[in-house]
């Protein structure tokens, strides 16, 4: 596993971002926003960013310009996301990126339309393959998608080789579901191709973050699984709580050790 992390979790600054890699031990990132709030992949400085990641040597395993977001009911928006994949997809090849996370097209407050959510994935999927990048679909706490159970559902009902899960097991324990049983369902029915590190305890309405290991994830028993199931991609910090700056340094380090932890005991 290689751990890397969601820069703009702390900061948009990329100077801040490479040092704060480099300082925290980590050897990749994952980009969403770049230079200023405002600024999200691929709407960013790209002469900037390939100079200053090539300098540190540090990979861009994958971008996350914010498509399939919202439900799959809204045609118009989720059209517009399939012509902007295209332009994501060329920015990908051009900052030696192989990896676009999108979200699950399970808005909330309706029923989330599986079969019509991988319809459109499967739609995005054919654009992906054409540029040779894959896509990761993510499960988010405030979504119809929150659940292991649920993302599995979705990838295996989209059926392309190229989509796969992009996993938050603390998403699904914050909306209320049990990420062990997730991550068996995803294990047993489809591919992980990025896990997204946090931990915490509480529902939706009470969720306090801690450090990677010390909340009610189970992150010994996640890692362990995972590699049972041969995975070995990025294992994604997020930053979450006050003082993130402050924090990343604790968080990071716990994820590298349980990282270290897991390949120990293979």
């Given at each position: 596993?290689?751990?890397v992390?969601?820069?703009?979790?702390?900061?948009?600054?990329?100077?801040?971002?490479?040092?704060?890699?480099?300082?925290?031990?980590?050897?990749?990132v994952?980009?969403?926003?770049?230079?200023?709030?405002?600024?999200?992949?691929?709407?960013?400085?790209?002469q900037?960013?390939?100079?200053?990641?090539?300098?540190?040597?540090?990979?861009?395993?994958?971008i996350?310009?914010?498509?399939?977001?919202?439900?799959?009911?809204?045609?118009?928006?989720?059209?517009?996301?399939?012509?902007?994949?295209d332009?994501?997809?060329?920015?990908?090849?051009?900052?030696?990126?192989?990896?676009?996370?999108?979200?699950?097209?399970?808005?909330?407050?309706?029923?989330?339309?599986?079969?019509?959510a991988?319809?459109?994935?499967?739609?995005a999927?054919?654009?992906a393959?054409?540029?040779?990048?894959?896509?990761?679909v993510?499960?988010?706490?405030?979504s119809?998608?929150?659940?292991?159970?649920?993302?599995?559902?979705?990838?295996?009902?989209?059926g392309?080789?190229?989509?796969?899960?992009?996993?938050?097991?603390?998403?699904?324990l914050?909306?209320?579901f049990?990420?062990?049983?997730?991550?068996?369902a995803?294990?047993?029915?489809?591919?992980?191709?990025?896990?997204?590190?946090?931990?915490?305890?509480?529902?939706?309405?009470?969720?306090i973050d801690?450090?990677?290991?010390?909340?009610?994830?189970?992150?010994?028993?996640?890692?362990?699984?995972?590699?049972?199931?041969?995975?070995?991609?990025p294992?994604?910090?997020?930053?979450?709580?006050?003082a993130?700056?402050?924090?990343?340094?604790?968080?990071?380090?716990?994820?590298?050790?349980?990282?270290?932890?897991t390949?120990?005991?293979?």
């Open positions: 596993m290689l751990p992390w969601l820069t703009d979790s702390v900061t948009c600054n990329l100077s801040r971002a490479v040092h704060y890699t480099l300082l925290w031990g980590l050897e990749g994952v980009l969403r926003t770049v230079g200023t709030s405002d600024n999200r992949v691929p709407f960013v400085n790209e900037q960013l390939r100079t200053g990641l090539q300098e540190a040597e540090l990979p861009v395993v994958a996350d310009p914010g498509l399939f977001e919202g439900n799959v009911g809204e045609k118009a928006a989720w059209l517009n996301d399939l012509m902007l994949l332009e994501a997809a060329a920015f990908c090849k051009r900052i030696r990126c192989r990896t676009i996370l999108t979200g699950a097209l399970a808005g909330t407050g309706e029923e989330f339309d599986v079969v019509m991988a319809e459109v994935l499967g739609q999927g054919v654009i393959e054409r540029h040779d990048i894959s896509l990761a993510r499960n988010e706490a405030l119809n998608c929150a659940s292991g159970e649920s993302l599995a559902d979705l990838i295996a009902a989209v392309h080789p190229l989509v796969s899960a992009a996993w938050s097991p603390a998403d699904a914050e909306a209320g049990s990420p062990a049983e997730g991550l068996e995803l294990a047993c029915r489809s591919s992980v191709a990025l896990v997204f590190v946090r931990d915490g305890e509480g529902d939706a309405s009470s969720w801690c450090i990677p290991g010390e909340g009610r994830v189970g992150w010994t028993s996640q890692f362990q699984r995972l590699s049972e199931a041969g995975f070995t991609g294992a994604c910090l997020d930053v979450r709580g006050d993130p700056a402050k924090q990343g340094l604790a968080q990071a380090t716990a994820l590298i050790q349980l990282i270290r932890t390949q120990s005991e293979l």
